[in-house]
């Protein structure tokens, strides 16, 4: 076995280069005479602009420039674009208001950018916007869906008929309807799935040069693709053949779906440098992450689900109201309907589905993609549902599951929604989750809680992702002059590792030294196309790439080995890194025949691109189990066990590293993370971390995650399925679904996230006001 390929739990490469300060961030990168950006930013959640005063601003030490959205809109700059569209379900297209990079008739939520000021430094930047005189007409504002759609409800963007941007509807609503009325149950739940903030490690920045020799605009931005923001500021925003651009990423401090993203504080940054022929940089700070960054989630849900007198589900139906924002942001529209659908009926055998989602502006800041991107909400909906089904029908939360699920039998599967299944098998892996949990043990560690004064509670949840995002992942391989070999790829580390796994598939398909394998990524002058990182798809679809690519160095060179050796390419056995002539012990290594290659004056050098057949479907089961505090409603998660399907496994201890943070964020979902704003004002009261509730070490609990490899997939050329979301898709529901456990025993009602300990202890003390009367 190579020391360090395929499966071994090898040390992240770029570690060293983290932990000891040596990381280049946007931020670290500066050029000869660089100018800083501050924005000026509305204190306003809904206001006409009447004028904006900048005479004292631009007449301030050290400023060089101050724009307003006047001069962005005349020189004919576009905003940011919808770029994942919707149709109604009467087959016209949804509402979406231009989002412009800089407002400049009216503002739509509290902190959007309204003028720019370009200083010698940052702190003269900072001290001259605030020398920016707005003039405001306030308006008043909506934050709250539901209000928003109600009739009488005001209007978020001026010249609107209402602020519904989109009606959709996916599904059998007529056989759901007939299903649900000849069943011998039906079991309802309302949902609200909070609005979050995804705050990254390290915040949005944007630094834009131009290049001397090229006349390129260079953009430094951290992000999860460079191809993708290139192609949306060519051709939607300035409208210039994409070749003017050459976007970089360097290290990526976190992303987590929300740096996909162009945003407007990207095509204003670029406008100046270009206008200025300057360098131009603006780094975020917290505050202006969570006001501006893309929030999560943020969906209202009624659901219903039927049940046959033996407990199978015989129907499904969902309405949502979800809260878009302000904006329809990039795949804002597409995140609650197309991406939540195809999955809506996870890892169940229900015969018929119906979805109907209406997408609505608020005076909020864009909700768009965060961890899972719709798969969490779909699966956290009807995992709750299952759980109360379960109660209502006297079952067991396990064994209604069992029931109800796709037979490993059935595969390959298409669900309700359309989707096909190539391979899973979900009763297994709840099983071997329970098994692993002691669920037979539950009855006896309640019961020492109960001693000690502690209500105890326990959830389980199965789920199932699919991964997206770009179908197409082209890697190419190079040899270099030193023997080592260079694995350029267009997806993007956002810290996941990849420098280390993507080496490791490639050392051990070429047979060299790991340490001789270096990864190149991030930058549109080295890497010719790419996908970025988003979706689940970095490993699954590059390393796929880098197996095609790696078998086309390793034909390219038996040739040339074959005529050095004198011997017929077809009799050449490749194994660990050298080609010997079959029944011989003549041979050479690959290392050798690079500098043959070399020599000659053409290189070992092979692109070859992985077209993805299908998405590939990880699974799995979480359970989870909570001690509370009856006195103070706090929770405490006690033990976690979580059983994964992630088909072939390049580095388990970089997978384990993606469930933990998964869990993480969903643990903090479930627990405090919430987004909040006022409803009279539109002011986001969790503007820091005094108010944000974010998970620090001590919330979090040992995690007993346990890695299945026996259903490998066909989707992928390494059988591997991805795995950054599925922490998070089904953390919430397990977690939540133990608390409802916990508190329905006491009889207490079930609550929705976040579980604070308020929302919990007045939930315990309502049942017991109850309870006395």
């Known amino acids: 076995m190579l020391k360090f390929g395929i499966g071994q739990a090898v040390r992240r490469v770029e570690d060293r280069r983290f932990l000891t300060g040596h990381g280049r961030y946007t931020d670290d990168i500066s050029f000869e005479g660089q100018l800083h950006v501050a924005f000026v930013r509305s204190p306003h959640a809904a206001a006409r602009i009447l004028a904006v005063d900048t005479a004292d601003a631009a007449a301030a030490e050290g400023v060089v420039a101050v724009f307003t959205g006047a001069d962005l809109d005349a020189d004919g700059v576009g905003g940011v674009p919808a770029v994942a569209r919707v149709k109604n379900a009467d087959g016209s297209g949804m509402q979406a208001p231009k989002r412009p990079a800089l407002a400049a008739d009216a503002v739509h939520f509290a902190g959007e950018a309204v003028a720019m000021v370009v200083a010698t430094d940052p702190v003269a930047a900072r001290d001259a916007a605030e020398l920016v005189v707005v003039d405001y007409d306030e308006r008043p504002a909506v934050v709250d869906p539901l209000k928003a759609v109600e009739e009488d409800a005001v209007v978020v963007h001026d010249g609107t008929p209402s602020n519904l941007c989109f009606d959709w509807?996916?599904?059998?609503?007529?056989?759901?309807?007939?299903?649900?009325?000849?069943?011998?149950?039906?079991?309802?739940?309302?949902?609200?799935?909070?609005?979050?903030?995804?705050?990254?490690?390290?915040?949005?920045?944007?630094?834009?040069?131009?290049?001397?020799?090229?006349?390129?605009?260079?953009?430094?931005?951290?992000?999860?693709?460079?191809?993708?923001?290139?192609?949306?500021?060519?051709?939607?925003?300035?409208?210039?053949?994409?070749?003017?651009?050459?976007?970089?990423?360097?290290?990526?401090?976190?992303?987590?779906?929300?740096?996909?993203?162009?945003?407007?504080?990207?095509?204003?940054?670029?406008?100046?440098?270009?206008?200025?022929?300057r360098p131009v940089k603006w780094t975020g700070d917290r505050s202006e992450s969570l006001l501006t960054d893309a929030h999560g989630r943020d969906l209202r849900t009624h659901a219903r689900l039927g049940l046959d007198a033996d407990g199978r589900f015989t129907a499904f139906e969902v309405s949502t109201v979800a809260n878009l924002g302000a904006y329809a942001s990039q795949f804002g529209a597409m995140i609650p309907t197309s991406a939540a659908a195809g999955l809506a009926t996870t890892v169940y055998a229900i015969p018929v589905a119906a979805l109907h989602v209406k997408g609505v502006f608020t005076n909020t800041a864009p909700v768009d993609a965060y961890r899972g991107a719709g798969r969490p909400e779909a699966n956290y909906l009807i995992e709750r549902l299952i759980d109360t089904a379960a109660r209502a029908t006297g079952r067991s939360p396990a064994e209604l599951r069992r029931i109800n699920y796709i037979p490993a039998t059935a595969m390959p599967y298409t669900n309700a929604m359309g989707t096909t299944y190539d391979c899973g098998d979900f009763a297994l892996m709840q099983s071997r989750?329970?098994?692993?949990?002691?669920?037979?043990?539950?009855?006896?560690?309640?019961?020492?809680?109960?001693?000690?004064?502690?209500?105890?509670?326990?959830?389980?949840?199965?789920?199932?992702?699919?991964?997206?995002?770009?179908?197409?992942?082209?890697?190419?391989?190079?040899?270099?002059?030193?023997?080592?070999?260079?694995?350029?790829?267009?997806?993007?580390?956002n810290g996941q590792g990849h420098e280390t796994s993507f080496?490791?598939?490639?050392?051990?398909?070429?047979?060299?030294?790991?340490?001789?394998?270096?990864?190149?990524?991030?930058?549109?002058?080295?890497?010719?196309?790419?996908?970025?990182?988003?979706?689940?798809?970095?490993?699954?679809?590059?390393?796929?790439?880098?197996?095609?690519?790696?078998?086309?160095?390793?034909?390219?060179?038996?040739?040339?080995?074959?005529?050095?050796?004198?011997?017929?390419?077809?009799?050449?056995?490749?194994?660990?890194?050298?080609?010997?002539?079959?029944?011989?012990?003549?041979?050479?290594?690959?290392?050798?025949?690079?500098?043959?290659?070399?020599?000659?004056?053409?290189?070992?050098?092979?692109?070859?691109?992985?077209?993805?057949?299908?998405?590939?479907?990880?699974?799995?089961c979480h359970v989870a189990e909570v001690e509370i505090d009856p006195e103070t409603g706090r929770v405490e998660p006690v033990r976690y066990v979580v059983a994964d399907d992630f088909g072939k496994v390049v580095n388990p201890m970089i997978v384990m590293g993606q469930v933990q943070g998964g869990v993480a964020q969903g643990l903090g979902q479930a627990l405090m993370e919430h987004a909040v704003y006022d409803e009279d004002s539109g002011q986001l009261l969790t503007g820091s971390f005094m108010d944000y509730g974010m998970p620090r070490a001590e919330d979090m609990i040992f995690l007993d995650i346990r890695l299945y490899e026996d259903l490998p997939t066909a989707s992928s050329g390494l059988g591997s399925k991805g795995c950054g979301e599925a922490g998070t898709i089904g953390a919430c529901p397990a977690i939540m679904n133990a608390i409802n456990d916990a508190l329905i025993a006491e009889g207490a009602g079930e609550i929705d996230m976040p579980a604070t300990p308020a929302r919990v202890w007045a939930a315990l003390g309502a049942a017991r006001s109850t309870a006395a009367a």
Do not use: C
């Open 503 to 620: 080496a490791q598939v490639a050392a051990e398909l070429l047979g060299m030294p790991f340490e001789k394998v270096q990864v190149v990524m991030g930058d549109t002058a080295r890497v010719k196309t790419g996908g970025g990182t988003g979706g689940s798809r970095s490993l699954q679809m590059a390393g796929s790439a880098i197996r095609l690519a790696s078998e086309a160095v390793v034909e390219r060179a038996r040739s040339i080995a074959a005529e050095k050796l004198e011997a017929a390419a077809e009799d050449l056995v490749f194994e660990d890194g050298r080609f010997t002539v079959a029944g011989t012990d003549l041979g050479m290594d690959m290392e050798a025949v690079a500098q043959i290659a070399l020599d000659a004056g053409a290189p070992l050098d092979e692109s070859r691109t992985f077209d993805r057949p299908a998405p590939t479907f990880p699974n799995g």
């Open 169 to 277: 509807r996916q599904g059998k609503a007529a056989e759901v309807e007939t299903a649900m009325a000849a069943a011998h149950q039906v079991v309802e739940i309302d949902i609200v799935n909070n609005r979050v903030s995804a705050n990254p490690l390290e915040p949005r920045a944007v630094n834009a040069t131009i290049d001397a020799e090229t006349g390129q605009t260079v953009v430094y931005t951290n992000g999860q693709g460079v191809h993708g923001l290139r192609g949306i500021l060519a051709d939607a925003v300035f409208k210039v053949p994409a070749d003017e651009f050459r976007v970089v990423m360097p290290d990526v401090g976190g992303g987590f779906g929300m740096k996909i993203f162009l945003y407007p504080e990207h095509v204003a940054v670029i406008y100046a440098a270009r206008k200025l022929r």
């Open 433 to 493: 989750a329970l098994e692993a949990a002691d669920m037979a043990g539950f009855a006896e560690r309640r019961r020492q809680s109960a001693a000690k004064g502690r209500l105890r509670g326990i959830g389980m949840a199965s789920y199932i992702e699919w991964t997206q995002g770009n179908p197409k992942e082209e890697v190419r391989i190079r040899f270099e002059a030193d023997g080592s070999a260079t694995v350029l790829v267009g997806t993007q580390s």
